[in-house]
């Protein structure tokens, strides 16, 4: 009879470990697809960026600025998550999230019709508010709720869900951007003069008048983020947050969080590291398009778009990769076969690179695939050392936010006098990152090892 009972209550709950799974794989699907919304909105500046200098009539590198602003905007978020992640419970948590991506939606809808750069920075920055608070808030959900070695490949994922929006920006501008470049040329577009005169030379009063095509780009986007909120607010009224995590038993695994005093340093080391890997990914992506179309390469919108989508490419191959190989390989080889790659593709394109387009295309995607899984590496590598998940998981956001708001503001100061000058950015921020991860992994068996 004991047997019977014991086989009763096995059979209950292997169904309803099934059924526990699909809504595992359902939350996880929708908010990958929220994930790639966030990386629609923070890739589609780059190929749009001389629209958005038009459109406010502005400069290329007084465009950088707002896009500063947003990366700044991106850490106000990941803070905001940090100190509400404990007293929230996590139906709040997942309604927190279900209205962050409609919130999305609706700023990238509006963004091309603003005229001032003024206000196009407080959209930017609401949004990177937006941005950074989900991006934590998915991955923080992961990290607190399933074992370090589960997570590994869902913060893979989330990372691979911002990379195909970001591979899809480029593909939805284009059409739009070829429709747009057959009343322009490139001297227009790559605005490298003080002010728009090419522009304020060539643009009468009816093309003022005219719909720009380029704002389907942005409106195509805003729509498809509304949609994927809808569906999250259909979850969020399933109460998905309690079918998700039910079983608490893996929680037990999670690792300790050391006391600050321990790990304060590191810290430092860890944010240098985030700074290095979002400086290369987010200056390479952001003007990718641009250094193409404006460099010695010279370009045309097509092949240029197709560049940007090879770099995307690369970065979802490495990403799916990275998906897969985080289940057998630690994060330690993982991010040395990252750093190798994309500081090799860095010096190799730095070199060769503007003489030789064939160069230019392999290695960015070599560039593409190697830096895909570099920041995720680093979040699990950290959450070995320290538990992440919580109040200290804002730590990312600092050198997340360091790493896209000055570079990108300093290439874009440096674009002005050298379109090319992307490269060599990106291969200074590689080769550094080698040596700041070379210190951490010092600090660790050294210190808090010992």
């Not at 086989?7 to 996880?28: A, I, P, S």
């Not at 929220?34 to 590198?61: E, H, K």
């Amino acid at each position: 009879m004991h047997e019977k009972i014991t086989l009763l209550d096995n059979d209950h709950r292997e169904r309803r470990d099934q059924k526990n799974l699909v809504w595992v794989v359902l939350f996880v699907t929708v908010s990958s697809l929220a994930m790639s919304c966030g990386g629609l909105f923070m890739s589609i500046t780059g190929p749009t960026l001389q629209f958005l200098a038009v459109n406010t009539d502005s400069r290329i590198d007084q465009v950088s600025v707002v896009l500063a602003v947003r990366s700044v905007g991106a850490f106000v978020g990941a803070v905001i998550f940090s100190a509400l992640s404990s007293s929230m419970n996590r139906s709040h948590h997942v309604w927190s999230l279900t209205f962050t991506s409609l919130a999305l939606g609706a700023l990238l809808t509006v963004t091309p019709f603003l005229h001032s750069r003024a206000l196009l920075g407080v959209v930017e920055a609401v949004g990177g508010i937006i941005y950074g608070y989900f991006l934590c808030g998915i991955q923080g959900l992961y990290m607190k709720h399933w074992s370090e070695a589960t997570s590994r490949p869902f913060v893979q994922i989330t990372n691979v869900s911002f990379t195909v929006g970001a591979f899809l920006a480029p593909i939805i501008a284009k059409p739009f951007l070829e429709m747009e470049s057959r009343h322009h040329t490139n001297a227009r577009t790559c605005l490298t003069d003080s002010r728009n005169s090419v522009y304020d030379t060539n643009h009468t009063a009816a093309e003022a008048d005219t719909f720009d095509p380029v704002i389907w780009s942005f409106v195509t986007i805003g729509a498809y983020a509304t949609l994927v909120a809808v569906i999250f607010i259909v979850l969020g009224l399933c109460n998905i947050g309690k079918k998700i995590f039910q079983d608490q038993r893996i929680e037990i695994e999670a690792t300790q969080m050391r006391p600050l005093k321990e790990v304060w340093a590191l810290f430092i080391l860890i944010v240098m590291y985030m700074f290095c890997s979002v400086a290369s990914r987010g200056v390479f992506q952001t003007y990718i398009y641009s250094t193409a179309v404006c460099s010695a390469l010279k370009m045309n919108v097509r092949k240029a778009s197709y560049l940007n989508s090879l770099y995307w490419g690369g970065n979802i191959v490495g990403g799916v990769s990275g998906v897969l190989m985080s289940r057998y390989f630690k994060p330690h080889l993982m991010i040395l076969l990252d750093l190798a790659g994309i500081s090799a593709s860095a010096i190799i394109m730095s070199i060769w690179g503007e003489e030789n387009e064939v160069v230019m295309w392999i290695f960015t995607f070599v560039h593409g695939f190697s830096v895909a899984t570099l920041r995720p590496s680093g979040m699990s590598w950290s959450n070995q050392v320290t538990n992440m998940s919580g109040k200290y998981i804002f730590i990312f956001m600092i050198g997340t936010t360091a790493g896209s708001s000055v570079m990108t503001q300093v290439t874009g100061a440096l674009f002005q006098k050298n379109a090319f000058s992307m490269v060599h950015v990106v291969t200074g921020t590689s080769v550094s990152n080698v040596s700041v991860f070379t210190l951490m992994v010092a600090y660790n068996r050294c210190v808090l090892e010992k």
